[in-house]
């Protein structure tokens, strides 16, 4: 791109030619195929062909580039010599990240404090208190605690339980058998990582026995992620007094005064029956085996931040064996990683301040305002939609709140104790520091200006329960926004994406939403009706879609996210003829191609990806997004005008069948 200034990462690397070679580009297309048959072929067939998987990765598409594209940039940030108390705490943590003659010395030594809060005997009369002190430090056996805005009371904050405790990525893991090899392999790596922690094989083979099988009550009792869609289903208000009743052998109260959480009134369960499953096998399992599990989880969570070889264990369980991944990331890009997920407002200060530009914020809230325009007159003509819910719609999407680029604040770390020698130590006084932070504010007024997501993340969100739009200054550059690219390019890009969160607020399950973010049924019965009916056509047409060989789409796990693409891409498409008509004069092909050609083009190339089989295979199971290949597809060739911009006068697949808005 002309004009640009040249950024050099600390390899020499030009991250200008990078940002110029990500983003969307007609070369990446295969012409020669049908847009009609493949337009994910047509779209981005030569890239595909020409871009394939680095060893390091289990997927390579247009997300992965830009990642890479902001890595480098954190790192050079991490490693550059300044000043000031931020940037010690960063430049420290990155050293201990990356000092290994240390971390190779201490080998175990790390984790023994947290081994020894864990007794063998008598565990079950100190569990609440010790489970509490092993949940701060962000190692979570048998379920979650965290903080959010109350789902039914949105102007505070409430503490929520929800279910987890599995090593594996999904209760399927665990009972499906399409991952039985996956099951032995799991087995065969418990056994092999006690081993490595000093026990004999006869024993750790013992030990793998017991956390296989108790990890296996758990997932049967564990909702499958289509349950976990239900806002509903998922939201059961207790008093502190009611769950100490119901799960006796939990303690909830000790637990909750230990998680300095003792002063909330109540716990928003979100699973009931799986905290049954754990009472009961509190109440029945013998202390060692408890015992067994909970140090399983400090030793299990710990191994990426310890040894060589432990770390190696553990990536050739989750990369190699569950996701196909062949090599595991070079270690600078792990600490980057780790740092932003520990530091995130403090290292996205820091990159925003280098890389993030109020021309390109100013930018952004043109296109959202245009867009909301779209979404706010398709509201008001819609014709399934009955007038009283109508009013209500509309008044919801009135209060919606926007957030670009970075939080008007930034997080203050300063209280966290970060030593350039303690690698894990860092992690876990980090996780201490959120987890009390969570605990904190229960009880209290929502924040409307925190993140869920940290600055140089390359993603976007909608948040329900604060009914807001969030867009992270690390996915408002090319391939998702470029102010030097067209308008068609990036309405299809980021506009897309814009219009995407927007319909988040009305899918199937934000329209469960008021416009106080409140879960609250203000649908008239026959509007839910036509709702659901629509809602069923796009289940049963993306369920239909084989992905691998007798694995197809989960249509009621992504419909949620399947029709917030078929709204993205048919808003924003409106939104850009509203644009071009208003300024008629940018109305001008482009290397070859007319803006709505353009606009599709780019819309698929933003989906461009190749993927490994277990990665696949991991993303149908457990996902909420269709395969890559499908949201670059479905969206576009079901449009209206998909036809008409590719020459041809009707759509064999029906256009604008799957329309819901």
């Known amino acids: 791109m002309k004009g640009k200034s040249v950024n050099h990462d600390v390899n020499g690397n030009d991250t200008a030619k990078d940002e110029e070679s990500i983003g969307f580009s007609t070369s990446f297309m295969m012409k020669e195929t049908d847009p009609f048959s493949d337009f994910f072929t047509y779209a981005n067939g030569k890239w595909i062909r020409d871009h394939p998987i680095p060893e390091d990765r289990s997927e390579w598409g247009a997300f992965s580039e830009l990642y890479e594209l902001n890595m480098k940039r954190l790192r050079k940030l991490l490693e550059e010599n300044q000043s000031g108390r931020e940037r010690k705490q960063l430049t420290d943590f990155y050293e201990s990240a990356m000092d290994t003659v240390v971390i190779e010395k201490l080998r175990f030594q790390p984790i023994q404090k947290y081994m020894n ?125 009611e769950l100490s009743q119901k799960y006796p052998h939990l303690g909830f109260s000790t637990y909750l005064n230990a998680l300095g959480a003792g002063n909330t009134e109540y716990v928003v369960v979100g699973q009931p029956e799986f905290l049954d499953e754990i009472n009961s096998l509190v109440s029945r399992s013998e202390n060692a085996d408890l015992a067994l599990y909970m140090k399983w989880n400090v030793i299990n969570s710990s191994l990426p931040y310890l040894f060589r070889e432990a770390e190696e264990m553990h990536f050739n369980m989750y990369g190699r064996k569950i996701r196909g991944q062949p090599s595991i990331e070079p270690r600078w890009k792990r600490a980057v990683n780790i740092i932003d997920a520990c530091l995130g407002e403090s290292l996205g200060k820091l990159y925003v301040e280098r890389y993030f530009t109020e021309e390109s914020r100013q930018k952004m809230a043109e296109l959202i305002s245009d867009i909301s325009s779209v979404f706010s007159d398709r509201l008001k003509r819609i014709t399934w939609m009955g007038d009283s819910t109508r009013e209500l719609a509309l008044k919801k999407f009135g209060k919606l709140r926007v957030k670009i680029g970075n939080p008007k604040k930034f997080r203050d770390y300063s209280s966290i104790t970060i030593k350039p020698d303690d ?106 009706r036509r709702f659901e009916e629509l809602a069923e056509n796009v289940v049963e047409t993306y369920g239909a879609l084989e992905a691998l060989p007798g694995m197809k789409v989960n249509g009621r796990l992504t419909l949620g996210e399947n029709i917030a693409d078929l709204g993205g891409v048919s808003i924003a498409f409106e939104a850009l003829q509203r644009h071009l008509k208003r300024h008629p004069e940018r109305r001008v092909n482009v290397d070859g191609f007319t803006p709505e050609q353009r606009f599709f083009l780019s819309w698929a190339q933003v989906w461009r990806e190749n993927i490994r089989d277990d990665e696949l295979k991991l993303r149908l199971t457990m996902d909420p997004h269709s395969p890559n290949r499908f949201r670059a597809t479905i969206p576009a060739v079901n449009h209206a005008a998909f036809p008409s911009a590719f020459g041809r006068e009707t759509n064999a697949s029906g256009s604008g069948s799957l329309q819901v808005w």
């Open 423 to 528: 690698y894990l130590g860092n992690v876990r006084r980090s996780a201490s520091f959120e987890m009390k932070r969570q605990m904190t504010r229960v009880g209290r007024s929502v924040d409307p200006d925190e993140w869920m997501m940290t600055p140089p993340t390359v993603n976007a969100y909608y948040s329900p329960p604060d009914n807001e739009i969030v867009f992270p200054a690390g996915i408002l550059q090319p391939p998702y926004f470029d102010p030097e690219m067209d308008d068609a390019v990036n309405y299809g890009a980021v506009g897309a994406v814009i219009s995407h969160e927007i319909t988040h607020g009305f899918d199937d399950q934000g329209r469960k939403y008021d416009d106080n973010g409140n879960i609250r049924d203000w649908w008239t019965p026959e509007d839910s």
């Open 117 to 241: 809060l864990i007794p063998l005997q008598d565990l079950k009369k100190t569990l609440p208190s010790i489970l509490a002190q092993i949940h701060s430090m962000g190692i979570f056996p048998f379920f979650y605690a965290y903080s959010q805005a109350d789902e039914k009371n949105s102007s505070v904050y409430a503490l929520y339980i929800y279910q987890g405790g599995l090593s594996l990525p999904d209760r399927e893991y665990y009972l499906s058998e399409t991952f039985s090899q996956l099951r032995r392999e799991f087995r065969d790596y418990v056994q092999k990582v006690f081993t490595l922690y000093g026990e004999d094989e006869e024993t750790s083979g013992k030990y793998a026995e017991t956390i296989v099988n108790l990890e296996t009550r758990m997932a049967r009792e564990s909702r499958s992620r289509v349950d976990l869609r239900d806002p509903e289903k998922n939201y059961n208000r207790m008093s502190v007094q």
